[in-house]
Nanobody, 120 residues
C-alpha cells in the first residue's frame, strides 16, 4: 500500500513563510514526478509546482518568485517552501506523486491535504 503523508500547513500572516513536506512510503519501485496542487473554497484544484526525478521544476505564474519546490530522492520526500504568502494563497494543499508500481505500471497518488491559511 502506498501512502503520501503531508505536513507543515497552518495559519500565517501575510508576508510570512511556511514549508510543506510530503513523504511517500509503501511498495513502489521509483518515483517519477512529484508536485503540489491547491484548492481554495469554491474553486477548482490547480497546479502549484511540479518537479521531476531529475530535479527540473515548473511553477505556476501566481507563485513564481515566492514558492520553491524541491525534493530529496533518498527520503522520497518533496517540499514546498512558501515565502511572501498572500491571503489568496489560502487553500488546501495536496501532494501528488507518480509512482512506478510495476515494470511498466505508473500510477498517480494523492496526499490527504494540508490546510494553509494566510491572514491579512
Amino acid at each position: 500500500q502506498v501512502r503520501l503523508v503531508e505536513s507543515g500547513g497552518g495559519l500565517v500572516q501575510a508576508g510570512g513563510s511556511l514549508r510543506l513536506s510530503c513523504a511517500a512510503s509503501g511498495n513502489f519501485f521509483s518515483i517519477n514526478a512529484m508536485g503540489w496542487y491547491r484548492q481554495a473554497p469554491g474553486k477548482q484544484r490547480e497546479l502549484v509546482a511540479v518537479i521531476t526525478s531529475g530535479g527540473s521544476a515548473n511553477d505556476a505564474d501566481s507563485v513564481k518568485g515566492r514558492f520553491t519546490i524541491s525534493r530529496d530522492n533518498a527520503k522520497n520526500t518533496v517540499y514546498l517552501q512558501m515565502n511572501s504568502l498572500k491571503p489568496e494563497d489560502t487553500a488546501v494543499y495536496y501532494c501528488n506523486a507518480r509512482l512506478r508500481v510495476g515494470l511498466i505500471d505508473y500510477r498517480d497518488y494523492w496526499g490527504q491535504g494540508t490546510q494553509v491559511t494566510v491572514s491579512s
